[in-house]
């Protein structure tokens, strides 16, 4: 197994953004995700806050491994749909300057009718990022609600616009009642990042965040395709339930570098 890169996704820690940069630092990681919205806004940083912040990164041996694009809504849901995707390209436009590539967000159910408005509102609002991400150099990689792998097939050939990516989340589609491994086969080649957590489905199949290593997923199997994969990428380790987010996130991490280890 190759080196890893690993980051965490500081909202999680629940503290004040620099606060939660000395906690990651702790933890020994190499990379953190900020979210754009809540946390930091590079839209709003000068050149010379820029500068700054990667400079303050540095001294702690981290980098921004990528921002995260929060929304309480779908990326095509007709409210405020505008300044949604308005929001989201201008994190893309200014996130380069930063040393960061990925941006990474949530883009809802993708529809089931491929002749819908909605459907093709998706698919003309995803061109329209990617060639954003032509001309700005930070691609979005995009974390779809599935339950099964055609239908993200299908929408990422229907992108030909320039660059997408996927954000591939094992626990939540195992959560959502998907095979995590057989989509990392088919879409592997997309992959640009890989959620660090772990999840189970109960006896009423209702899915349920746990601890790393105390769910279902198969992590050895999943870093072995990994590196069959050539993947290069980020693990951003994330814990969005329990009363210890922070020792859930550093226990995670040390549990992926020892099954990395053998």
Known sequence: MRTLRIAA????FNQPLRTAIETAADMGVQGLQIDARHELRP???SESG??????ELSERLLSLASFEYPTRRALTDPEDIDARIAGLKAVLDCSYSLGVTTV???IGRIPEDVESEKYHLLVDVLNDIARQSNKVGTILAVTPTIESVEPLKTLFEKITEGPLGLH????GL???GCRPLEIYRELHDRVLTVQLRDGLRDIDGQGIEVPVGRGEIAWDELLALLDDGQFGGWFVATRSQGEDRIGDIARAIRFLRQVAAG
């Open 50 to 55: 820029r500068r700054q912040f990667k400079h």
């Open 9 to 12: 996704a500081v909202r999680h």
């Open 168 to 171: 591939f989340d094992p626990a």
């Open 43 to 45: 839209t709003e940083l």
């Open 104 to 106: 990474v967000a949530r």
């Open 174 to 176: 195992l959560m959502n």
